[in-house]
C-alpha cells in the first residue's frame, strides 16, 4: 500500500485536521497533502487546516462550526454566538448579520475558515453554553456593535429584566458582564430585589 493511501485511512469523513495532525501518519505531509487537496480528499480551510467532506445526497456538506473552530484553537473551550441571537430575546432587536462570534481564550480577530467568516474575541470568562441570561447581558455590552437604536433597544432589556430570573441574571452579570452591563443591570437589579423584600 502506498504511504499516501495509509495516511488516507486515518482520514474520517466530516472531520477538520491541522497539519500537524497528520504529521503521524506521513513521512512528506506537505506533499500528501497536496495530493489530497488536488483529488478532492481533503479541502483546503485556510493555513494549515483541512477537512475531509462528508458526501450526502446534495452533495458534499460543509465542515461543522464547532470542529472548524475547535481545529482552529486546538481547544474546546469556546463559545458560538451571533447577534441574531439577540432577535429572540423580545428587545426589538430584527437586523440580520452574517456573523458569528467565537468567545475563546486564545485568539482575538477576524479569520476566514472555508470561505466563513468568524470574529474570535478573547474573553476570560463566558459560560459553556448560551443562555438568555447570558445573551442580556452580552448585548448590553456589545450594543456599540449593533445597527439598531440603541435607546429604544435599552427599553427592551429593561422590560425583559422585570419578568427575567433575577437571580440567574445578577449571577450572570457578576461572572460574566463587562463594566457597561454591570452599570446598566446592578440598579435595575437592586430595585428589583427591594421590590421583592417589600
Same mark, same amino acid.
Given at each position: 500500500?502506498?504511504?499516501?493511501?495509509?495516511? /488516507?485511512?486515518?482520514?474520517?469523513?466530516?472531520?477538520?485536521?491541522?497539519?500537524?495532525?497528520?504529521?503521524?501518519?506521513? =513521512?512528506? *505531509?506537505?506533499?500528501?497533502?497536496?495530493?489530497?487537496?488536488?483529488?478532492?480528499?481533503?479541502?483546503?480551510?485556510?493555513?494549515?487546516?483541512?477537512?475531509?467532506?462528508?458526501?450526502? &445526497?446534495?452533495? @458534499? @456538506?460543509?465542515?461543522?462550526?464547532?470542529?472548524?473552530?475547535? @481545529?482552529? !484553537?486546538?481547544?474546546?473551550?469556546?463559545?458560538?454566538?451571533?447577534? &441574531?441571537?439577540? &432577535?429572540?430575546?423580545?428587545?426589538?432587536?430584527?437586523? !440580520?448579520?452574517?456573523?458569528?462570534?467565537?468567545? =475563546?481564550?486564545?485568539?482575538?480577530?477576524?479569520?476566514?475558515?472555508?470561505?466563513?467568516?468568524? =470574529?474570535?474575541?478573547?474573553?476570560?470568562?463566558?459560560?459553556?453554553?448560551?443562555?438568555?441570561?447570558?445573551? %442580556?447581558?452580552?448585548?448590553?455590552? =456589545?450594543?456599540?456593535?449593533?445597527?439598531? +437604536?440603541?435607546?429604544?433597544?435599552?427599553?427592551? *432589556? #429593561? #422590560?425583559? *429584566?422585570?419578568?427575567?430570573? +433575577? #437571580?440567574? %441574571? /445578577? /449571577?450572570?452579570?457578576?461572572?460574566?458582564?463587562?463594566?457597561? @452591563?454591570?452599570?446598566?443591570?446592578?440598579?435595575? !437589579?437592586?430595585?428589583?430585589?427591594?421590590?421583592?423584600?417589600?
Amino acid at each position: 500500500m502506498s504511504a499516501l493511501n495509509k495516511l /488516507k485511512q486515518h482520514l474520517r469523513p466530516g472531520q477538520v485536521y491541522r497539519r500537524a495532525d497528520l504529521l503521524p501518519w506521513s =513521512n512528506a *505531509v506537505d506533499r500528501h497533502l497536496k495530493q489530497l487537496v488536488e483529488e478532492g480528499t481533503l479541502t483546503k480551510l485556510s493555513g494549515g487546516l483541512y477537512y475531509c467532506p462528508k458526501h450526502t &445526497n446534495f452533495g @458534499a @456538506a460543509p465542515a461543522g462550526e464547532e470542529k472548524l473552530v475547535e @481545529a482552529f !484553537l486546538k481547544d474546546h473551550r469556546f463559545l458560538l454566538t451571533s447577534p &441574531n441571537a439577540y &432577535n429572540a430575546l423580545g428587545v426589538g432587536s430584527t437586523q !440580520l448579520y452574517n456573523e458569528t462570534v467565537v468567545y =475563546n481564550h486564545k485568539r482575538h480577530g477576524r479569520f476566514t475558515l472555508g470561505k466563513r467568516t468568524f =470574529n474570535f474575541r478573547m474573553k476570560p470568562h463566558f459560560p459553556a453554553k448560551l443562555s438568555r441570561e447570558f445573551l %442580556l447581558v452580552d448585548l448590553v455590552d =456589545n450594543l456599540d456593535r449593533l445597527a439598531e +437604536h440603541k435607546p429604544s433597544m435599552l427599553e427592551g *432589556v #429593561k #422590560k425583559q *429584566v422585570q419578568s427575567a430570573d +433575577h #437571580k440567574a %441574571l /445578577k /449571577k450572570t452579570v457578576r461572572e460574566y458582564g463587562g463594566s457597561k @452591563a454591570r452599570k446598566f443591570f446592578e440598579p435595575l !437589579l437592586a430595585q428589583g430585589s427591594m421590590s421583592h423584600a417589600t
